[in-house]
C-alpha cells in the first residue's frame, strides 16, 4: 500500500471518528452539567459543553491507531516510529491538563508546572529542538539549551492556540488549516511520520467544526486547545525543525504566525499597562475586530484567511512547485477579505 494511503486515512477516520462522537459527548456534557457559563469576557450567550476536547483527542489517537494496526508504521524508520509515540504520549497529557483544568478549575501557576512537566517528558521521548541551522553559520548544536528551548516552544504554542479559543470555530478553524499546511510541507519534505499526525490532527480539526462553527453547539475546552496546540509544535519539532536546512526553521514559526504573534502583542499589551501577562482581558485580535464593528463570521473569516496566507508563504519558502501560485491565490483572498472588513468597519 502507498504511504500516501495512510496519511489519507488518518484524516479521513479523525474526521468520522469527531462527527460520530461530538454529539455523544455534548449530550453527556449536558446531563453532568459541565457548561460554560456566559461572562463579562465572553462572547456567547447562552451555556456551552466544553468538552468537545474529548473528540478531537479521540479522533486524533485512534486514526493514529488504526493506521499503525494497518501496519502504516512498519514503513517509518525505527527512530520516526518512536517519535509517533512521543508525540502521541505527549498529546495525552496536555489533553489531560486542560480536561482537568475543564472539570476542577486548575490555577494558572498549577496549569503551567503541569505543562513544563508534560513538554520536558515529550523532549525526553525525542519530540526535541536539538540544534539550529542559521545562515553563514551552518549547525549549531544546542547541547543543554535543547531542554528549555523545546519545553518554551511547546509550552508557548498551548497557550497561543488556548489564547486564541474565543470566538466559534476560530481554534479549530486555525489549527485545521495550519495541520494541512503542514501536511503538505512534511509530505514534500519526506518526513511522513511528521505528515501522519498532521493528516490525523487535520482531521480531527476539521471535522469538529461540524458542531463548533457558528453558531456553535459544543466548545473544545482546554482539553482541546492544549491537545492541538501541543500536536501542532511537536509536528513542526519532528517534522520540520530537525531538517538540516536554513528555511526549515523558519517554516513552523511561519505556519504558526497568527496564533504566536496574537500571543505576543497580547502579552506586551498588558505588560506595558502594569498587568499581570495571565490575568485575561478582551486585547486579543479577534476582540479588537470584533469592537470595529465586525460580525462574529467575518472575524472569523478575516483570522481564517491571515492563517491561510501565512501557510502559503511557508509552503512557497520550502520550494513547493505550486507555492507560489497558492501565495498569490491566498493574497488575492486576504485582499478582498480585508477590503470586506475594511468596508464593514467604516459602515459601523
Given at each position: 500500500?502507498?504511504?500516501q ?5 488518518a484524516?479521513?477516520?479523525a474526521a ?22 456566559p461572562?463579562d469576557r465572553?462572547v ?11 473528540s ?13 494496526w ?5 514503513l ?13 504520549l505527549?498529546?495525552?497529557?496536555f ?5 482537568a483544568?475543564?472539570l476542577l ?8 508546572l503541569?505543562?513544563?512537566i ?5 523532549w525526553?521521548?525525542g519530540?526535541s ?6 545562515p ?14 523545546t519545553?518554551i516552544?511547546?509550552?508557548?504554542m ?6 486564541i479559543d ?6 479549530a ?7 494541512v499546511?503542514?501536511l ?5 519534505m ?5 505528515a ?5 490532527l487535520?482531521?480531527?480539526?476539521l ?5 463548533n ?13 492544549y ?11 519532528i517534522g ?15 505556519i504558526?504566525a ?6 505576543s502583542?497580547v502579552?506586551l ?7 499581570s501577562p ?8 479577534h476582540?479588537?475586530?470584533l ?9 472569523v473569516?478575516?483570522i481564517?484567511?491571515l492563517?491561510?496566507?501565512v501557510?502559503s508563504l511557508?509552503?512557497?519558502i ?7 501560485v497558492?501565495a ?16 464593514h468597519?467604516?459602515?459601523?
Amino acid at each position: 500500500m502507498p504511504a500516501q494511503i495512510y496519511h489519507l486515512i488518518a484524516f479521513l477516520v479523525a474526521a468520522v471518528v469527531v462527527l460520530w462522537t461530538t454529539p455523544d459527548v455534548r449530550n453527556l456534557g449536558i446531563k453532568s452539567g459541565r457548561l460554560d457559563n456566559p461572562g463579562d469576557r465572553k462572547v456567547h450567550q447562552r451555556p456551552m459543553v466544553r468538552l468537545g476536547g474529548v473528540s478531537i483527542f479521540m479522533g486524533t489517537t485512534v486514526s493514529l491507531l488504526i493506521v499503525w494496526w494497518l501496519g502504516g508504521f512498519g514503513l517509518l524508520p525505527p527512530e520516526k516510529e518512536w517519535q509517533i509515540w512521543g508525540v502521541t504520549l505527549g498529546g495525552l497529557g496536555f489533553f489531560l491538563i486542560g480536561l482537568a483544568d475543564d472539570l476542577l478549575n486548575l490555577s494558572p501557576f498549577t496549569r503551567l508546572l503541569l505543562q513544563v512537566i508534560v513538554a520536558a517528558g515529550a523532549w525526553k521521548a525525542g519530540v526535541s529542538i536539538d540544534f539550529l541551522t542559521i545562515p553563514t553559520i551552518g549547525i549549531v548544536d544546542l547541547n543543554w539549551l535543547s531542554l528549555p528551548i523545546t519545553v518554551i516552544w511547546l509550552v508557548g504554542m498551548v497557550n497561543a492556540i488556548n489564547w486564541i479559543d474565543g470566538l466559534d470555530g476560530l481554534a479549530a478553524g486555525v489549527s485545521g488549516i495550519a495541520a494541512v499546511v503542514m501536511l503538505v510541507v512534511a509530505l514534500f519534505m519526506k518526513q511522513p511520520a511528521a505528515a501522519l499526525i498532521a493528516a490525523a490532527l487535520a482531521g480531527s480539526s476539521l471535522g469538529f467544526l461540524r458542531y463548533n462553527f457558528n453558531p456553535a453547539q459544543i466548545f473544545m475546552g482546554d482539553g482541546g486547545s492544549y491537545f492541538m496546540g501541543f500536536t501542532l509544535a511537536a509536528v513542526g519539532v519532528i517534522g520540520l525543525v530537525k531538517i538540516p536546512a536554513v528555511t526549515a526553521i523558519l517554516l513552523p514559526y511561519l505556519i504558526l504566525a497568527v496564533p504566536i504573534v496574537d500571543m505576543s502583542a497580547v502579552i506586551l499589551a498588558r505588560l506595558r499597562r502594569g498587568k499581570s501577562p495571565f490575568i485575561a482581558d478582551k486585547s486579543h485580535l479577534h476582540h479588537r475586530l470584533l469592537r470595529a464593528g465586525l460580525s462574529h463570521r467575518l472575524t472569523v473569516l478575516f483570522i481564517y484567511s491571515l492563517t491561510l496566507w501565512v501557510g502559503s508563504l511557508a509552503m512557497a519558502i520550502a520550494g513547493i512547485p505550486s507555492g507560489i501560485v497558492y501565495a498569490c491565490g491566498t493574497t488575492s483572498l486576504l485582499s478582498y477579505i480585508s477590503w470586506r472588513v475594511w468596508k464593514h468597519s467604516r459602515q459601523s
